[in-house]
């Protein structure tokens, strides 16, 4: 690189960053002031503006940028990651870009200064649909995650489950109960419909005092200092804990499958689902 | 074009303010951590390790509360409350954004008896020996990511901070009055700024954060004008820059993230800044960013005269979990194999332990330190672990570990360099990822997933040999859950931690025996400790109300 471009490199980019120059920078009108994130903050054209900006974004841009704007076949860029976009309040950087060309991208003529504001403000109005943290508008799939053996399933439910889950006693119509295959699965990895240890399935605790006296009954609160319980019987509780004393032990049903995390393959979490979605 | 080096001539004359005394000598931030607390860390070895003795372990049971406050996050235009704070106003917004995410989740600095506490667009001063509000700053915001501000940085008389909206301020320490404000990243682009600065000489270095695929980079800015020093991108912006090979196109490495947001740690004799990078974007699509992705996910040494590329450690290669590599790292004197060493060493995110020549970058260590994390192959010859691509985000839905906060995330770890022990959380849990967006362009940002919490198990704080990556104790917390809560160890031996069940703990560092705790509710930030009128103090912070307790 030569040294002159550096230079000019060097002093564009210690002022601001990367953006184009302008003479007149228009104004940027603010329609949802508490949204994060500028593009989701400003107010978009009227609605045939937008769509007079996405018939001629589809047939004039649609090729290499893609028909959701985040590239195509033909190498053109993602527009909903771009600094052009990004800095571009109503068609001036974007209209720059168009008229003069950048990089592989050719220069367009034939676009009058209402049809380059039309189409920002359609660029602009996919960005506005954005999700948080960066991600795309949203995008809807067909996916099926029900890739996994059935059968091999059932030997693996027989071998490492039936010995305290049934289907035909606690499991009985699970894929029934649970139609999401996506919450199925979780659910089942987890060890129940809540999250394991957050109340879905209750762990009950045994505290052995000093004098040998035991209490039992279900866990409340549990620390290096401190146990809670409540009784049968419906009484509160407590131990203030020192060195381990007075004795705890736990019975969590979830131990099993805690344990099991670090055992499972993914390949018999897919067999598990696809036999327990036989289960209606 | 990867190093910018900008020499800008100063041309402003310091003003100098007669009659105030110098808050901080920038030359004295290099020294041991003891009565003030001045920098991030405490000092620049981001050890976390107090030199106060009054506080130890026959008598740490002592501790009493001091005094506990509230933020006041109240905009004050008079002298309506009657403390006489009229709250001193800043910023580029319009004034119609009031994001309030309150809680403390970075460092308070401490000098002379002054705190400065920080909340996104808030900076207050207090005193130390009562939390009383001294003065109050409010930035209006243009928006951003109102996620955390990890605190102050101090120059002579000013105290600097970032902006969501990445602008670095200045301000008079005596009276909140703004010195100047510079932009840092543009808001345009969706960067968010949170890291608390770190002045080294008289320059303050900066980091930024995004999540839109943009690049990462860290600056030096001058700490008396607000101006550019110099701009280190952590990802090849151009097709000439280094690690451009471990990217499939200039496309994909510019828009590659890495971001520098949590600080990192000085090493005056090389005058390295070395700190970790965040993941690779997409974070977790990687189809259209194949390769190693440098240098994100890395530990990365950086010169702070130059702005140049020292050397580099990748701890987590082509990352596709969101693990970022950020966390502060810390430097270690230490002995390997007989020879002393100059070292640095990080408990990354990705559940593995790493120690690091910190003069060369040569690899000297790599250590699983979770009981549970699965998402590697192995480990290279290099020291690198490798990624399992069989533990990416699927569509049929992955079983991964850790989660997506990862093992240790921003909140500090800890040494004490007497025991040669590492003090970090080991937060073990799973996740089941679900790839939600097959396009073969890849997602955007952290989209493209669908992630679902499946739960933790052996979840611990360890003390980990610098030398071997082994746990010389580890104490495992009741239940198993994660904690998120940063150290602080003292000369004395003592460690300071929360421990997720809404305690606050102490440790013998050397055996890991609880010697006290106080049930406050979970820590937000690290415990920290400073010197006021010959009495030690041990300052921490609940969401927004801080918690100082003092040895009578």
Redesign the interface.
């Known amino acids: 690189m030569n040294i002159i471009v550096k230079v000019l490199q060097i002093l564009l980019l210690s002022y601001g960053f990367p953006i184009a120059a302008q003479d007149t920078q228009p104004e940027i009108e603010i329609a949802n002031p508490s949204a994060m994130f500028l593009q989701q903050q400003r107010a978009l054209p009227p609605a045939e503006v937008i769509a007079r900006g996405e018939t001629l974004y589809q047939v004039n841009c649609r090729l290499c940028h893609g028909p959701d704007l985040r590239g195509g076949d033909q190498g053109g860029s993602n527009l909903l990651r771009s600094d052009v976009v990004l800095i571009d309040i109503a068609g001036e950087s974007i209209g720059e870009v168009i008229t003069e060309g950048r990089g592989s991208m050719p220069i367009f003529d034939n676009f009058s200064n209402e049809d380059i504001a039309a189409i920002a403000g359609y660029i602009h109005s996919i960005k506005f649909e954005s999700e948080g943290q960066g991600s795309t508008p949203p995008v809807d799939y067909d996916l099926d995650i029900l890739v996994g053996d059935a059968a091999a399933g059932e030997r693996y439910f027989d071998r490492e489950c039936a010995t305290c889950h049934s289907v035909t006693g606690d499991l009985s119509g699970i894929a029934t109960r649970i139609p999401n295959d996506y919450i199925m699965q979780n659910t089942w990895v987890a060890g129940g419909r809540r999250q394991a240890g957050r109340g879905g399935v209750q762990t009950t605790v045994i505290v052995t005092t000093q004098g040998g006296e035991t209490v039992a009954g279900r866990l409340l609160r549990y620390d290096d200092f401190f146990v809670s319980l409540r009784t049968e019987d419906g009484t509160y509780q407590s131990f203030s804990r020192r060195g381990g004393s007075p004795q705890v032990d736990l019975d969590d049903p979830l131990y099993r499958h805690r344990e099991l995390w670090s055992e499972l393959r993914d390949s018999d979490i897919h067999d598990v689902t696809a036999y327990l979605e036989t289960i209606k | 074009?990867r190093y910018?080096a900008?020499f800008?001539i100063n041309i402003i004359v310091p003003i100098t303010l007669i009659g105030q005394e110098v808050v901080v000598d920038p030359d004295d931030l290099a020294n041991v951590l003891d009565g003030d607390w001045d920098t991030y860390s405490g000092d620049y070895s981001g050890q976390r390790y107090s030199n106060l003795d009054q506080v130890h372990k026959e008598n740490v049971s002592d501790l009493t509360l001091a005094w506990t406050t509230e933020l006041n996050f109240n905009i004050r235009r008079g002298n309506i409350d009657g403390t006489g704070i009229i709250t001193k106003m800043g910023g580029e917004g319009?004034g119609?954004?009031d994001?309030r995410s309150g809680s403390i989740k970075g460092s308070i600095l401490e000098v002379n008896g002054v705190l400065y506490v920080t909340a996104p667009d808030h900076v207050w001063a207090m005193d130390a020996r009562d939390g009383s509000e001294i003065w109050h700053y409010h930035w209006e915001t243009?928006?951003?990511?109102?996620i955390a501000n990890r605190g102050v940085a101090i120059w002579n008389d000013s105290v600097i901070f970032e902006t969501p909206d990445n602008y670095l301020v200045s301000l008079n320490a005596h009276t909140g009055e703004e010195n100047w404000h510079s932009?840092i990243?543009?808001?345009?682009?969706?960067y968010f700024s949170t890291m608390a600065p770190i002045t080294i000489r008289d320059r303050v270095i900066v980091g930024t954060g995004?999540?839109?695929?943009?690049p990462g980079f860290l600056q030096a800015f001058d700490a008396e004008t607000g101006t550019?020093v110099w701009?280190f991108y952590t990802v090849p912006m151009?097709e000439?820059d280094p690690g451009i090979e471990t990217w499939p196109n200039l496309?994909a490495a510019s828009?590659g993230g890495g971001n520098a947001w949590v600080p990192g740690v000085y090493d005056p004799e090389t005058d390295l800044y070395i700190f970790g990078t965040g993941n690779p974007?997409?974070g977790y699509t990687g189809v259209a960013r194949r390769g190693d992705n440098l240098f994100t996910c890395s530990l990365v040494a950086v010169n702070v005269t130059t702005g140049e590329l020292e050397w580099y450690f990748q701890t987590s290669p082509h990352d596709t979990h969101d693990w970022d590599s950020a966390q502060t790292p810390i430097l270690i004197d230490g002995v390997i194999d007989g020879k002393p060493r100059k070292l640095v060493s990080t408990a990354a995110r990705n559940g593995f332990f790493f120690t690091v020549d910190r003069v060369t970058g040569e690899h000297i260590l790599t250590k699983k330190y979770s009981?549970?994390a699965?998402w590697e192959s192995h480990v290279r010859e290099t020291g690198e672990p490798e990624p399992n691509p069989?533990k990416e985000a699927?569509?049929?839905?992955?079983?991964v570990?850790p989660v997506e906060g990862g093992v240790a995330n921003w909140q500090p770890p800890a040494f004490n360099p007497e025991y040669g022990l590492f003090y970090t959380q080991e937060n073990n849990g799973?996740n089941?990822l679900?790839?939600?967006?097959?396009?073969p362009?890849g997602?955007?940002?952290?989209?493209?997933k669908?992630r679902?919490?499946?739960?933790?198990?052996d979840s611990a704080f360890q003390a980990i040999d610098y030398r071997t990556g082994e746990a010389v104790w580890r104490h495992e917390?009741?239940?198993?859950?994660g904690v998120n809560a940063g150290v602080l160890t003292t000369s004395t031996g003592l460690v300071f931690t929360g421990?997720g069940?809404?305690?606050l703990?102490a440790f013998d560092g050397s055996d890991g025996n609880?010697l006290w705790?106080s049930?406050i509710g979970n820590i937000s930030n690290a415990p920290q400790t400073y010197m006021v009128d010959g009495r030690q103090y041990l300052l921490v912070a609940v969401r927004e109300r801080l918690f100082a307790y003092v040895m009578y």
């Open positions: 074009m910018l900008l800008i319009r119609d954004i994001i243009r928006g951003g990511t109102h932009e990243a543009p808001f345009e682009l969706q995004n999540d839109l695929d943009q550019l701009r151009s000439d496309d828009h974007t997409p009981r549970t699965n069989d699927l569509i049929p839905g992955t079983l570990s799973f089941m679900y790839l939600s967006d097959p396009d362009r997602s955007m940002g952290l989209g493209g669908i679902a919490e499946v739960g933790s198990i917390w009741p239940g198993g859950g421990d069940r809404n305690n703990v609880l705790h049930r």
